[in-house]
């Protein structure tokens, strides 16, 4: 490969050779810079130009397994070593393998979105791409993918941050792979000393990133065609803005981009774990589908966030050691979160199978931030969310039981057509007089109001089901709501 002048200069120098070979896959010690102040020269900014180009109008003309996003359909012994290892990788590997690092993937977006125009003057973007032993291939087609298809005068970074993997070829050739590859150090590799759990990993890669915004990704995407600029554009709006992308589905089994990713708020269960909701009635009237979509909460993996900002409100809590929860904990904290910019910032996301506290975590940030209560959350930012212990009849550590007499819960309730026998089914609340029922606290009794039948549990076993009988007054039909409220 013909080096452009700015690096063919450095020749000159052995401590610049050496800086050329090492220095774009340092381990950094994370106390650098707070200001992106790197110079970059014009040489440079005309060699990513050339290279984004170059790509760019290849893509269309591209060939060979997985193009366009298309699936890999392996047959015979092919299929059957993919399967062998398909527990291990959770995903099929093989056909990875045979899909080039820089495959093109179809534009899906609506064709509004790409006639939408962003200001010029947008805040530069470090890329953080969090991996412990992930495979070489979608770990390499997520950083080609977020090169290729992001303007130069955008991507500030891209940092491999490498949670002290020990998987064969992660290691110097990895750090050989990069240094090649991208000799202009847009791409580094930063590694932790020590296993550091995803949290303090992403971290790691917040302080080692020096661009205006931090956009943390996981290790199997491909960034879709015009995906960053509509993020960008919405933390300039207001860098208090925290974006999530919206999210299509690349196949475990074929590794086919789908492009059937849903346009959803983010909620979350009482059990604190994400859930994707409806978008609410208020939310859909007068929008435009490139309108951006304000969410209680977002998906943890992939985010984009102000980086001044994101230390500002505390960053992510170090003393999460395991993936989950963070994305809710930040979520309280920020309170306002136009989720997924807009749906015209596009990721393919690979092998998807899928407490009283304030909205800030630590008393120090509550004060200086001066946060609002939980409380205030729910009311106004999630006023239509299901509260166990309010506007009820009475709730226990299951169910409870609403003003309308449904059994209810989170979004479910029980239901039945009132058959003697008939099995309870927990489905979607539609407020109809399946999901009707009544509880004596003098008897016990459930009653399914419209059939006049009883909740019953006669001949099960733990882990059984529910079945609607009969009322006969004996003990299989007698039930305890621990807390009753007064009306």
């Given amino acids: 490969m013909s080096l452009p002048r700015f690096l063919r200069r450095r020749r000159l120098s052995w401590k610049n050779l050496t800086f050329l070979a090492v220095g774009a896959c340092i381990v950094y010690i994370y106390s650098r810079s707070d200001d992106n102040d790197a110079v970059v020269s014009d040489d440079m900014i005309k060699f990513r130009r050339e290279r984004f180009e170059r790509y760019k109008n290849s893509e269309g003309s591209r060939v060979g397994p997985g193009e366009k996003g298309m699936g890999v359909h392996l047959t015979g012994a092919e299929k059957e070593k993919a399967d062998s290892l398909f527990e291990k990788e959770a995903f099929n590997i093989i056909a990875s393998d045979k899909i080039s690092l820089e495959r093109s993937v179809k534009d899906i977006r609506d064709s509004g979105c790409s006639a939408l125009v962003y200001p010029k003057d947008l805040p530069k973007a470090s890329v953080i791409v969090i991996f412990h032993n992930e495979a070489w291939t979608p770990l390499l087609r997520t950083a080609h993918s977020v090169v290729n298809r992001s303007p130069p005068e955008y991507l500030h970074e891209v940092i491999l941050l490498d949670d002290f993997s020990d998987r064969v070829g992660l290691g110097q050739e990895l750090t050989d792979y990069v240094a090649k590859t991208w000799p202009d150090g847009v791409v580094s590799v930063v590694r932790t000393k020590e296993r550091s759990g995803l949290i303090r990993a992403r971290l790691a890669g917040a302080r080692a990133a020096t661009g205006d915004v931090l956009i943390f990704l996981d290790s199997h995407c491909e960034a879709a065609p015009g995906w960053i600029e509509p993020i960008l554009a919405r933390i300039k709006e207001d860098r208090r803005n925290v974006l999530c992308p919206i999210i299509d589905v690349i196949s475990d089994q074929t590794l086919e981009y789908s492009g059937n990713g849903g346009y959803q708020p983010g909620g979350f269960s009482w059990s604190l774990h994400f859930t994707w909701e409806d978008i609410p009635e208020s ?13 209680p909460t977002m998906i943890g993996g992939l985010l984009a966030v102000d980086r001044k900002y ?14 989950g929860g963070e994305n809710l904990e930040i979520s309280f904290r920020v309170i306002k979160i136009p989720m997924g910019s807009t749906p015209c910032d596009l990721l393919k996301f690979g092998w998807m199978n899928t407490s009283g506290c304030s909205t800030c975590i630590e008393e120090t940030y509550q004060e200086r931030l001066k946060c609002k209560s939980f409380k205030w959350y729910l009311d106004n ?46 489905t979607r609340c539609f407020d109809d007089s399946k999901q009707r029922f009544t509880h004596s606290r003098d008897t016990g009794v459930i009653k399914h109001e419209a059939s006049g039948r009883c909740l019953d549990i006669a001949d099960e076993q733990s882990g059984g089901f529910v079945h609607l009988r009969d009322c006969n007054g004996g003990d299989s039909q007698k039930w305890e709501i621990e807390h009753y409220l007064t009306l």
């Fill in 381 to 426: 930012v999630i006023p239509d969310k299901f509260i166990p212990d309010e506007n009820v009849q009475a709730y226990g550590m299951v169910f409870s039981l609403s003003k309308k007499g449904e059994l209810r819960r989170e979004d479910s309730c029980c239901s039945s057509g009132g058959g003697n026998g008939d099995k309870i089914a927990l």
């Fill in 310 to 323: 994101f230390f500002e409100i505390g960053a992510y809590d170090e003393g999460m050691d395991v993936w």
């Fill in 283 to 295: 939310s859909k009237t007068g929008r435009k589908y490139t309108d951006p979509l304000r969410s």
